[in-house]
């Protein structure tokens, strides 16, 4: 029996009897959350999950669960014939058959006759592009919904027993999929398997698997056989490469993820050269443990017109296609249907006559997960995300989830999830350390942003230590020194970091994704993950969360914060085209949340839109900004600019205010970043989530605020960091520690002879707080161009009262009027007088608008920063001067001067404010940029890969729209236009605007914008 599978036989029958102190239902946030239970020792097969509801995302009559080319026919077929379908991809993109194996030729005597056949292979070898888009495409024009990055981790039934859809898991949590009928597209016919279909076991020993790699020089050895493929012209007129399939004889224990996870790296062991350009993602194999379906093919493949689709469906199994090599057939026939042209055609018929299936089964009732009552089990549960497929999602339909155990499918000292820029540095580091390890990555290959995400190059970074080790290392592949315009190979990262994993003794497992804790009284103490075989804990002593998001920290209830109600402000984010062999492109075109699988999905289509002509789209979502835990110190500008020193620092960070957008801190609305780089120290404290133990968080998930992220975001610092997470987290594991509890002194000693940090950390204190001499000193300077500012700002309870002094002494109207908005913008209004003044003898300056990339200092003109403290003051003289200046804007105002008077109307305004913001927002040009279907989407979003201008007016109308509404509307504006943001595709605006909705009309706004 397959692990998997024996793991739940075996849960279910053996736990102890369980109690449900430990069970809550989801919370409003919709992080299931755990409440405190009593110590019980871990149950070494299975974990206990209390009963909960599960957010029900889609009602239809077909799912297709994998995004094959089989799959994508057969949703099309069912479509075309009335059916309401939809479609899981677990990769972030259609075409896993052909672009994951990297099966992208026709054989000889392969002609495609069906349309969308003839689309895919309009050329072959196809580009992956090619391949991907048109299947996009085919979806899109048969009206079927998909997803991208889902698995499927449990099947539904109805009331009576049957089948009637399936839980899928993807980085927005988990969503229920109600359906009447599933077509299980998935590689190891995973859907059928955890329905109870019957298969063949799978033969432990070696095992036939094929590995394309494009490039470089055919390997050779035991085991090995190569066939020469034609040459890949990868885009028109670009240089060809020479392609090789192996064959590879390979040891599999078993049939369980764990196996194939190994299987992976013994391939890529074998067929690594550094000339490698491309290669599978996948290893591909025809299953040599295939079901027992309803009929049974023995004979040779009799083509996907005539085959019975009976050997489709799984013996006592009903309401179920298995359209995959584990279909009931003769191994020889199952090499046949794998052909992606018969793929194609079976999946057409099998959609329909899905299509015809679900027509005659009425509506499932009592949909759920229906377990048996298990005698569970260690205390603990499962914290996940179950807010819906959108994560501001109002109270989304739900089916209950009974109590049960979830399989426990490993145990090691320190998992690390998101083998990226710090993970994989991470991973490599806690190995070392001798800690049994393990790295979670979805994507397959290692190295994050700096590999998959096409950035190939260092900005800044303190090069010191780890991060030297990394590019001596990735630099050691090259016969001679290589050095194409800075950047580095993308194949020779990720596969220097891949060995270092191997060589101390990690393991690794591609194409997994974390979506969940495992907590016990406040404690991580696993991390749960679905891989394509369905979904498991692995138990951990030291849980790192290197996804650069804060998956994992989130799902085990930390606070975590991005954009809100009070905050709309995000750098912008790319995803880049690829082109073959490319190492460097960097785009910034939308903001996207990685979090929320809708956007992430109308990124993917829309760029793959903008990049048509393009060998292949990127994978990894390149966000510059995205959640972040609450930490036990969070990381502010203001510490950066003191130079604040800290006694548990474990990087050092060297780089710039990047902003790719607008700043919002106090600091920055008062005196704009500079370009200088700084160095600076990060503290341990900003790896540990507030209030959760066992985990550590790494990199763009880590605690600072966001206007301090991009100085410690880099990725040679952020490399150093997560080896620094890497060792802390293996002595704590050693010690059996709670990871506030290691010796920090051992740990910088180590980095300090690792070189990651300089000495002087190891007798560092923290400098604050500031003496008051100090402060005072900064006061007296402050109103010279506000020099000495971040001094001010760090205390002002100090500052304060000086400021009003020095406001009051002040005869030069220069320095008055400094102190007046430093003193406006910390909400005084002892210098009001002042700024009414100045704003109102002072014509608009020029504005800023958003600007992505190269985005550096101000993000407000100085009559935009004196607006917004004069809007702090709270002073309601200022209603009538500033509507004086929002009626002279118009549509080719620039962003910031819109921003700037929302702010301080929302503060102080009210109905004769909010008719003039209404008059503002009616001036033509200004309304309508909300896309809220892909159609709008791609007619909205501009060519260029740095566009700003869409970006610019969607901000603009937001932001007036939500001043309106905290003014009390005019005529329901800005309440209907923040209802058609909060159906925005695009999250970040679709989440402010539905929390801004959640507030009373009329309340005045915070101050994050
Ligand atoms: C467009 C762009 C341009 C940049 N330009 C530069 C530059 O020129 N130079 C420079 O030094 N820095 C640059 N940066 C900054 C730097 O690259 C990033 O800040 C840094 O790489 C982030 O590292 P990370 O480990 O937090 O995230 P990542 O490198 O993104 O790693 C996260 C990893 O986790 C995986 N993952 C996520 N969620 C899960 C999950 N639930 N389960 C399993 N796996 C998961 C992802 O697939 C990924 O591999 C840029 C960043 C971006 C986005």
């Known amino acids: 029996m397959d692990k998997f599978v024996r793991f739940i036989v075996v849960a279910a029958l053996s736990f102890l009897p369980f109690t449900q102190e430990g069970c809550k239902r989801p919370l409003e946030d919709g992080v299931h959350k755990i409440s405190s239970t009593k110590a019980v020792p871990i149950n070494r097969e299975a974990v206990n999950e209390s009963v909960r509801d599960i957010p029900a995302s889609y009602d239809v009559d077909v799912v297709v669960v994998g995004g094959t080319s089989g799959g994508v026919a057969a949703a099309v077929g069912a479509a075309q014939k009335g059916a309401k379908v939809f479609l899981a991809a677990q990769r972030p993109y259609l075409g896993e058959d052909l672009c994951g194996t990297y099966r992208l030729w026709l054989e000889e005597g392969e002609v495609p006759t069906t349309e969308l056949a003839k689309k895919v292979f309009a050329q072959s070898p196809a580009t992956p592009m090619q391949v991907k888009r048109t299947l996009d495409e085919a979806l899109l024009e048969a009206g079927v919904p998909f997803l ?3 698995y499927a981790t449990d099947v539904l039934r109805d009331g009576g027993g049957d089948i009637a859809g399936v839980v899928i898991a993807n980085r927005s949590g988990r969503q229920a999929v109600r359906a009447k009928v599933i077509i299980d597209a998935t590689t190891r016919a995973s859907v059928a398997r955890m329905a109870g279909a019957v298969f063949m076991p799978y033969p432990s020993g070696l095992q036939t698997f094929k590995r394309v790699v494009v490039g470089g020089e055919a390997q050779s050895g035991n085991g090995i056989e190569v066939r020469k493929m034609p040459a890949i012209p990868p885009v028109k007129d670009g240089p060809a490469c020479g392609a090789v399939e192996y064959v590879l004889k390979i040891p599999m224990k078993d049939g369980s993820f764990a196996s194939f996870a190994q299987a992976e790296q013994i391939a890529r062991d074998k067929t690594w050269h550094r000339g490698q350009e491309d290669a599978s993602e996948t290893l591909f194999q025809i299953p040599p443990d295939p079901m027992k379906g309803k009929k049974s093919l ?20 009903n309401r179920l296609f298995v359209l995959g090599g584990c279909a009931d057939m003769s191994r020889d026939a199952a090499e046949k249907l794998l052909r992606p042209l018969e793929l194609m055609g079976v999946g057409s018929r099998i959609g329909e006559a899905a299509a015809l299936e679900a027509k005659g089964i009425t509506t499932p009732q009592n949909v759920g997960l229906h377990a048996k009552p298990v005698l569970a089990v260690a205390s603990g549960d499962v914290g996940e995300n179950l807010s819906g497929i959108r994560m ?4 989304p339909a739900t089916i209950v989830a009974s109590q049960r155990a979830v399989p426990v499918i490993g145990e090691y000292d320190v998992v690390v999830v998101g083998g990226g820029t710090g993970g994989a540095p991470a991973g490599i580091a806690a190995a070392r350390q001798e800690a049994r390890t393990l790295v979670v990555e979805y994507l397959y290959g290692l190295g994050g942003v700096g590999t998959m995400g096409l950035i190939g ?4 970074g303190y090069i010191n230590g780890f991060t030297k080790e990394v590019d001596e290392g990735v630099a050691g592949f090259a016969d001679i020194a290589e050095n194409k315009g800075g950047a580095w190979n993308i194949q020779w990262k990720m596969e220097w970091y891949r060995r270092e994993l191997r060589k101390a003794g990690a393991d690794i497992w591609l194409g997994a994704l974390g979506c969940g804790a495992f907590v016990e009284n406040g404690r991580v103490k696993g991390v749960v993950v679905a891989t ?29 914060v991005y954009t809100d109600g009070s905050g709309i402000a995000v750098q912008g984010a790319g995803l880049p085209p690829r082109q073959f062999g490319a190492r460097y492109t960097n785009t910034d075109w939308t903001f996207i949340d990685d979090s929320d699988v809708i956007d992430v999905w109308r990124a993917f289509v829309i760029a793959k839109d903008k990049f048509k002509s393009a060998y292949d789209l990127g994978q990894l979502v390149d966000t510059r900004e995205r959640r972040r835990v609450v930490g036990d110190f969070v990381m502010s500008p203001l510490d950066i600019l003191n130079h604040r020193t800290y006694p548990d620092t474990i990087a050092i960070a060297r780089s710039n205010f990047d902003s790719h957008g607008f700043t919002i801190h106090p600091l920055f609305l008062l005196r704009p970043p500079d370009r200088k780089e700084i160095l600076v120290s990060v503290p341990y404290r900003c790896l540990l989530p507030k209030g959760l133990d066992g985990i550590l968080v790494t990199g763009l998930g880590a ?35 709670s990871v506030r509890d290691i010796d920090i002194r051992a740990l910088q000693k180590h980095l300090v002879e690792k070189g ?11 400098s604050f707080p500031l003496s008051k001499e100090k402060v005072k000193d900064a006061v007296e300077r402050v109103a010279n161009e506000y020099e000495g500012l971040e001094v001010v700002l760090a205390q002002p309870e100090d500052a304060m009262p000086l400021l009003r002094e020095a406001y009051k002494a002040a005869t030069d109207e220069k320095q008055k009027l400094a102190y007046a908005h430093i003193l406006g913008m910390l909400g005084d209004a002892t210098g009001v007088d002042t700024l009414l003044e100045t704003v109102k003898s002072q014509p608009w300056d020029k504005g800023w608008n958003f600007t992505g990339m190269g985005q550096y200092g101000a993000s407000v003109s100085p009559l935009d920063s004196i607006i917004i403290a004069l809007g702090r003051t709270g002073d309601k003289r200022a209603v009538k001067i500033i509507i004086e200046k929002v009626e002279q804007l118009d549509p080719n105002s620039e962003f910031s001067h819109c921003r700037a008077v929302a702010m301080a109307l929302e503060k102080i305004g009210g109905a004769t404010a909010a008719r003039s913001v209404a008059t503002l927002l009616k001036k033509p040009g200004m309304m309508g940029h909300s896309f809220t279907d892909i159609e709008q989407a791609r007619r909205r979003t501009p060519a260029s890969d740095s566009d700003t201008m869409e970006r610019n007016c969607s901000l603009r109308e937001l932001v007036l729209a939500e001043a309106l509404y905290r003014c009390g509307d005019y005529e329901g504006l800005g309440g209907k236009i923040l209802k058609e943001y909060s159906r925005d595709l695009r999250a970040h605006y679709a989440r402010h605007a539905q929390a801004v909705l959640k507030e009373k009309a009329g309340r005045s706004g915070k101050d994050r914008r």
């Not at 023995?298 to 199994?317: E, H, I, S, T, Y």
């Not at 992220?709 to 520690?737: E, F, L, S, T, W």
């Not at 990651?756 to 560092?764: A, F, M, Q, W, Y």
Request: one cysteine or more.
């Open 148 to 150: 991208y990055g889902c």
């Open 756 to 766: 990651n940090l300089p000495e002087n950390v190891l007798t560092d204190k923290d």
């Open 298 to 317: 023995a004979g040779p493949w009799p083509g996907a017109a005539k085959v019975d689709l009976d050997v489709f469906r799984p013996m006592g199994v």
């Open 392 to 395: 501001m999602q109002a109270g």
């Open 703 to 737: 605690s600072a605020h966001r206007d301090a992220m991009p100085v410690i975001r880099m990725q040679a610092d952020i490399q150093n960091q997560g080896y620094a997470a890497g060792v802390a987290a293996a002595m704590a594991a050693k010690a059996g520690k």
């Open 457 to 460: 190059k260092y900005y800044y």
């Open 532 to 560: 394509p075989q369905g979904r498991g804990v692995v138990l951990a002593r030291v849980v790192i969360d290197s996804t650069g998001n804060a998956d994992i920290a989130a799902a085990a209830g930390a606070a975590c």
